[in-house]
């Protein structure tokens, strides 16, 4: 089975841009779940998508979207783009059983 | 464990030696733990996972151990390897909540 894939692997954008991360999770996953990983706050959980559905989100402003079409690929776009809004995003394929396999992130730099 | 992430712990062995990993976690309500192995530049790698109905699950070189008396859990690692040079996270989620809370990590570094 083909893994996490996630695009672009790297980004580097402006302050104030938007930019928009793709993820396709493993053949046969329906949900999908996002993560931010910085230096300074470790890993921490954005949102969860199943089937389409928004299922859970994590503590991050509303500047953080996300949303999941009907083949289980989820998106997740960022507007008004902040210095610190730079970091590794990954995403996360979830199975059945609620194992969650990651993908390699997208590095995103904001200069 | 608590992503408070700003300290990462640092373990360092013999390359043969047996490696612990250790990981306290806080939410009494939590069921469901798993161990990750990150390495520079890619994203976290599974490696095991375990149920709150069990004490103790072993896969190929590694056991995972929960104590839930004291909201702990561990990673042993036998005969490490260079290959397992990386940082490890520990992760927890309770109920149905598909929502991962990681521990701070601990680089694991194996000396020749």
């Known amino acids: 089975k083909a893994g996490v894939t996630q695009t672009p692997r790297y980004l580097i954008k402006t302050r104030g841009q938007q930019v928009t991360l793709s993820c396709s999770p493993i053949s046969g996953h329906r949900s999908v779940s996002w993560y931010q990983q910085t230096p300074g706050q470790g890993l921490q959980f954005l949102f969860e998508y199943f089937s389409e559905t928004q299922r859970n989100k994590g503590n991050f402003p509303g500047r953080f979207s996300g949303r999941q079409f009907s083949n289980s690929r989820s998106e997740m776009n960022v507007s008004t783009l902040e210095l610190g809004d730079s970091a590794l995003y990954l995403c996360?394929?979830?199975?059945?059983?609620?194992?969650?396999?990651f993908g390699p992130g997208t590095r995103l730099t904001v200069l | 464990g608590e992503s408070v992430g700003l300290h990462l712990p640092t373990l360092s062995v013999q390359e043969g030696d047996n490696s612990i990993i250790n990981c306290a976690y806080s939410n009494s309500a939590s069921d469901y733990f798993i161990w990750y192995k990150q390495e520079s530049g890619k994203g976290p790698q599974f490696i095991i996972d375990i149920r709150s109905n069990m004490d103790k699950r072993q896969g190929q070189r590694v056991t995972v151990l929960l104590n839930k008396t004291v909201k702990h859990l561990s990673l042993q690692i036998a005969a490490t390897q260079p290959g397992d040079s990386a940082v490890y996270f520990c992760a927890e989620t309770s109920g149905s909540a598909r929502q991962l809370t990681f521990g701070s990590g601990t680089q694991l570094t194996v000396l020749p």
């Open positions: 996360a394929s979830i199975s059945g059983t609620d194992t969650q396999y």
